[in-house]
């Protein structure tokens, strides 16, 4: 029998590591335009989960604030019996700044404790008349550093603090510092809590709707498998396409979330702050930003990844 | 070109599908497999195109054991193959042309020259001026012939149909018979599992018939 010859096979289309990228690319947004409707519900789904999600993180942020703000006002004194002399003032603050933990400190004067006491008791002035300062001692106010608010580590500050010469006394409020410890774990421990639930909602929910436009094409992915295509020339696509999902998504999110923002929160009142003068919310700083982008993108690859194992058969 | 030996295969769950099937197809052959439903012969077809692989025997396909061929190597021995699927399996969303393409893209031809060869094989079967449509838009008719278009369009050795004439009428049976035989004349070796007997009565080519999972007729052996 007469055979002629079989066709031959022209120049390849993707030869080299940048021809195969821009074929499976292009391969891929083709796909998005000929799935429009699956591949924007899809979007719509992952930018309600990460409006969800960002949300979340925009309350946390603020919340992280709002608690550094009251964490501020965390506060030890050193009393001292009278007045120090510059010279022993400046030895006493070095000793002090070697200990770990040691903030900004200000040294308040028997002449200045005199006057914000006469401050305190303003209109019944009458009651400190003869009153001289040396019935109030001096003092040192020091701030402790963020890591060092937490009751026990301002429990071992004072015991350190109370060994150096010159102080007679040290006070911290130590009641309000343990009930503030406890009540930032249990904020930290509800945040922790409230974000894991969130962030496997969102993994669940972006995850399942990719499986779902995965699966409404799988006659798709069979019948590349059954002229001939390679595994990795049938998924590449499909990981681009969860990458674009995912990534659009996470974008539109943002953008959604900034929207709402600008419009309406960012001049809200914070009633949590202590500080009146202070209001409106802060924005998710850009390194959230941006590792939401990241983590759209990669819950789409990864998406697209598990469920093309079920699929893909070759 | 094509060699079964003893070849054996059961679903699980199920009886045997097939049964000591040893056949030996030469290059260049064209022939019809039929039996009723549940003959097996879906089953011998995709053991051909390595959809599955048998539980017992060995099937040789252009030299290359199927039976021992590491999943990887499978897209290369398919794109030797031609497969005419009875639901045709055109993509829906995809135009005429990008159904056809899709054999010469996953083996990494240029666009121009997609463009070109698909044409040219539409051109051949009358459907060029179909070329921008898509799917759902055809007759039965035409969907068998875009789907013949995808199987021939990269002149395989091997060209299997199953069922390519079922729910045709008469004109678009003899065309699609006419297409087989034209691949056949090419060099290709075509076979074709059917149920039709005026389409295995008129063409006087070898017949296998099965039965049970069995080769029970083999006009060549004959």
């Given at each position: 029998m007469s055979r002629k010859k079989a066709a031959k096979r022209p120049k390849l289309a993707r030869e080299g590591f940048a021809g195969r990228i821009h074929y499976f690319v292009e391969r891929a947004f083709i796909n998005i335009r000929q799935n429009l409707l699956v591949t924007l519900l899809t979007i719509g789904t992952i930018t309600l989960a990460f409006l969800i999600l960002s949300l979340s993180l925009l309350i946390y942020v603020n919340l992280e604030r709002v608690t550094e703000n009251w964490s501020d006002r965390v506060q030890v004194t050193a009393y001292f019996e009278n007045d120090l002399s510059p010279g022993d003032l400046a030895t006493l603050k070095s000793k002090i700044r070697a200990l770990e933990g040691t903030g900004d400190m200000r040294y308040v004067s028997q002449e200045e404790a005199l006057r914000t006491f006469y401050g305190r008791l303003k209109g019944q002035e009458a009651l400190l008349e003869g009153v001289s300062s040396d019935i109030l001692p001096s003092s040192l106010e020091i701030h402790l550093k963020k890591d060092s608010r937490d009751s026990k580590s301002i429990a071992l500050y004072v015991e350190r603090l109370k060994k150096?010469?010159?102080?007679t006394e040290v006070q911290y409020g130590e009641e309000w510092v343990k009930r503030f410890s406890h009540f930032m774990n249990l904020v930290r421990f509800a945040g922790i809590l409230v974000a894991g639930f969130i962030v496997l909602a969102v993994v669940f929910i972006v995850a399942n709707t990719i499986k779902l436009t995965i699966y409404a094409r799988k006659d798709e992915l069979e019948l590349m498998g059954l002229v001939g295509a390679t595994r990795l020339f049938i998924k590449v696509p499909f990981l681009i396409e969860g990458i674009v999902q995912g990534f659009v998504g996470a974008a539109l999110a943002i953008l959604v979330l900034s929207g709402v923002y600008l419009a309406f929160l960012h001049n809200a009142d914070f009633f949590f702050s202590f500080n009146t003068m202070e209001a409106g919310l802060l924005f998710l700083p850009v390194t959230y930003l941006i590792a939401l982008l990241f983590g759209g993108a990669a819950l789409g690859f990864l998406g697209s990844l598990a469920s093309l194992k079920r699929f893909i058969s070759l | 070109m094509i060699q079964l030996h003893n070849v054996f295969m059961s679903y699980q769950g199920d009886g045997a599908a097939l049964s000591n099937v040893t056949l030996k197809i030469n290059k260049g052959e064209f022939i019809f497999l039929t039996g009723v439903s549940g003959a097996g012969k879906s089953t011998l077809m995709k053991l051909l195109y390595g959809a599955l692989r048998p539980t017992r025997g060995q099937v040789v396909i252009d030299g290359i054991n199927v039976t021992k061929l590491p999943s990887s190597q499978l897209p290369f021995l398919r794109r030797k193959i031609g497969v005419v699927f009875q639901d045709f399996k055109l993509l829906p969303s995809r135009t005429v042309l990008e159904n056809v393409a899709l054999t010469l893209e996953v083996m990494g031809w240029g666009k121009k020259d997609i463009n070109k060869r698909v044409y040219h094989v539409l051109k051949q079967m009358g459907m060029e001026h179909k070329i921008n449509s898509t799917p759902l838009r055809l007759s039965g008719g035409e969907q068998q012939r875009i789907a013949l278009a995808r199987a021939l369009v990269n002149e395989p050795k091997i060209i299997l149909a199953d069922e390519p004439t079922g729910n045709l009428d008469e004109e678009s049976r003899e065309k699609v018979l006419a297409i087989l035989k034209e691949a056949n004349v090419r060099g290709s070796t075509v076979v074709v599992a059917t149920h039709d007997k005026r389409l295995i009565e008129n063409c006087h080519k070898r017949l296998i018939v099965l039965d049970n999972g069995r080769i029970v007729e083999d006009s060549d052996v004959a």
């Open positions: 150096l010469p010159m102080i | -």
